[in-house]
């Protein structure tokens, strides 16, 4: 029997930031044909694919990514937990969901598939690819980590450019000129006071203004600024955008970016219930079934230099990956 610390520890010892899961992607696809499992390597861009690993389908995907954030973190074990880059984000997710998956395997459980993709960190190749798949499942369990809760929900995200113009002149002559920056500089501030949606289970809509780029030189009037913010959504984006445009109307012009919904999920009878603020690839894998969400560790932790897991709670995720299974075939 595979002892999931020790999975997981190999895991991370593979430096598979993303667009470097090639080593991980190998490991995994041995790892399952070696026990018995039937393997699809889907090629997502040259030297990068997706896992597919089944057997009898038509019951339950077990599915995370297999990509980190940069940097690399190698792994090591302290005061009961396992630290590395991927510990909970999501290498130890997926090391959990391989082992659940063959111990339901071994006791005769065959209708559970395995879906490992690429790129999640990094606009999602992976997903968009693995969405073509001949899937047959009807239940999507994905996992991010949630703090071994069942996600009720998930907050939508839409990107926005704010950009103004202005007009470049010689720092010394600035009445020659019109700095975009100062308006820009007083729009922003009033993001704070517009009146957003909210939601019973996820909250309130949220903006971070996380960019910000503006002039070349000290030198010249600035006749360029750029602001970049993230909306967390709670539900639709239509009085959000409407928000937005009220808002920018004479100041400034908005390029709307990429966009995921917000969803509720499905949830099981016995599981600690929370809803989450971060996005996941499940709004990409609609093929795969409905969905679930649910994974050991926390986000808070993850993307951070101090990474990790409680080592128990990583042993516990994987009779909590069976018991998901076993009650969403019995449904």
């Known amino acids: 029997m595979t002892d999931v610390l020790a999975l997981a520890t190999e895991l991370l010892s593979i430096d598979s930031s993303t667009g470097r899961e090639r080593e991980a992607v190998d490991v995994v696809a041995r790892w399952l044909v070696a026990r018995g499992w039937n393997v699809t ?3 997502v861009e040259p030297g990068r694919s997706n896992v597919w690993a089944t057997r009898a ?3 339950v995907t077990l599915s995370t990514h297999l990509d980190t954030v940069p940097p690399y973190i190698p792994p090591r074990l ?3 937990r396992l630290y590395g880059r991927g510990a909970c984000d999501a290498k130890g997710i997926a090391a959990a969901m391989l082992v659940a998956a063959q111990q339901l395997a071994d006791a005769g459980e065959e209708r559970v598939d395995l879906l490992f993709v690429v790129g ?3 606009g999602s190749p992976g997903a968009r690819m693995a969405n073509r798949l001949p899937a047959t499942s009807r239940w999507l369990v994905n996992g991010e980590p949630t703090e071994s809760r069942l996600a009720s929900g998930a907050k939508g995200a ?5 950009r103004v113009r202005g007009r470049e002149a010689h720092s010394a002559y600035p009445e020659l000129g019109a700095s975009a920056l100062d308006p820009l500089l007083e729009l922003l501030p009033h993001v704070r006071t517009l009146a957003l949606p909210s939601d019973p289970v996820l909250g309130d809509t949220t903006c971070n203004i996380g960019v910000l780029r503006a002039g070349t ?8 600024a750029e602001a970049e913010i993230m909306i967390r959504l709670v539900g639709d984006v239509a009085p959000v955008k409407a928000a937005f445009e009220a808002w920018a109307a004479g100041k400034a012009d908005l390029e709307w970016g990429s966009f995921i919904p917000a969803q509720h999920f499905h949830l099981i009878d016995g599981f600690d219930v929370a809803p989450v603020a971060y996005t996941s690839d499940i709004p990409l894998l609609g093929r795969w079934g409905t969905p679930l969400l649910f994974g050991p560790g926390s986000i808070h932790v993850a993307h951070t230099p101090d990474e990790h897991i409680a080592v128990s709670e990583l042993r516990a995720a994987v009779a909590s990956y069976e018991r998901i299974v076993r009650s969403l075939l019995d449904a």
């Open 217 to 224: 030189e000290a030198n010249i009037i600035p006749g360029l």
């Open 41 to 43: 390597l889907q090629e």
């Open 57 to 59: 389908g038509g019951g």
């Open 120 to 122: 999640e960190e990094k």
């Open 158 to 162: 839409q990107r926005v450019i704010v």
């Open 78 to 80: 302290h005061d009961g």
